[in-house]
């Protein structure tokens, strides 16, 4: 059964900072591995997607890698802003057909 | 349509009440999902709709629980005899046929008074 955990639960930075949030699975027969943004009261945003064949993806200042091998993800965000203050989640999909969901990283971003 | 669009935004039902929950995927998305989220908690998947094929139900939490999908289109999701545990944002994916990832809609808050 595929295990996703993402550490830290919570994480709090001034504005400006680089920063990396973690993932990791514990299958690693994967067919991709997708990155969301949750607000508070919303849905679910997709922020990039990284098929099993890739190794990363770039969307703006985000950067998300995988090493599938070692069970890993990492979501990297440039030039920290308030406005990227939100709950981040990754997502693993398997040959069950579904993702399974991590819990989440909240990230608050301070002025 | 342009994204996953999901009826009612909100709803509040009385304890013992039915209730249903829709869910209009993306055109041509041949998968559908639904999850649940508690407040505060991560998202636990219910049940998974891929084409024709039977529906992957190992999720639902009991038998109060059932979702049906017309062909590709819309799907509903059921929920009879509501408790309050049962209050939670309930989260509708689609996506294509491969492996490609998922577009939510913006989900049903659901309250039990």
């Known amino acids: 059964k595929q295990e996703v955990t993402q550490i830290p639960a919570a994480l709090s930075v001034p504005e400006g900072e680089n920063l990396v949030l973690n993932c990791s699975f514990t299958d690693s027969a994967i067919y991709n591995l997708q990155w969301f943004r949750q607000d508070p009261g919303k849905g679910l945003t997709s922020l990039l997607l990284i098929q099993s064949s890739q190794r990363e993806q770039t969307s703006g200042r985000l950067n998300a890698s995988l090493d599938k091998s070692s069970g890993r993800s990492t979501l990297y965000i440039a030039a920290s802003q308030p406005g990227d203050s939100a709950t981040y989640l990754c997502?693993?999909?398997?040959?069950?057909?579904?993702?399974?969901f991590g819990d989440g990283t909240t990230l608050t971003v301070k002025p | 349509g342009a994204g996953v669009s999901q009826s009612p935004s909100n709803k509040v039902t009385e304890k013992g009440k039915d209730v249903e929950l829709r869910c209009d995927p993306i055109?041509?998305?041949?998968?559908l999902y639904w999850y649940r989220q508690r407040l505060g908690q991560g998202l636990e998947f219910l049940i998974y709709?891929?084409?024709?094929?039977?529906?992957?139900k190992s999720g639902l939490p009991s038998d109060r629980f059932s979702a049906e999908r017309t062909g590709e289109s819309v799907s509903t999701l059921t929920i009879q005899r509501t408790q309050q545990e049962d209050s939670a944002v309930y989260l509708c994916?689609?996506?294509?046929?491969?492996?490609?990832?998922?577009?939510f809609g913006s989900g049903t808050r659901l309250t039990v008074v």
């Open positions: 994916a689609s996506s294509p046929s491969g492996p490609y990832g998922y577009t």
């Open positions: 055109s041509g998305h041949t998968a």
């Open positions: 997502a693993v999909l398997t040959n069950a057909g579904k993702s399974t």
């Open positions: 709709f891929q084409g024709n094929s039977a529906p992957d």
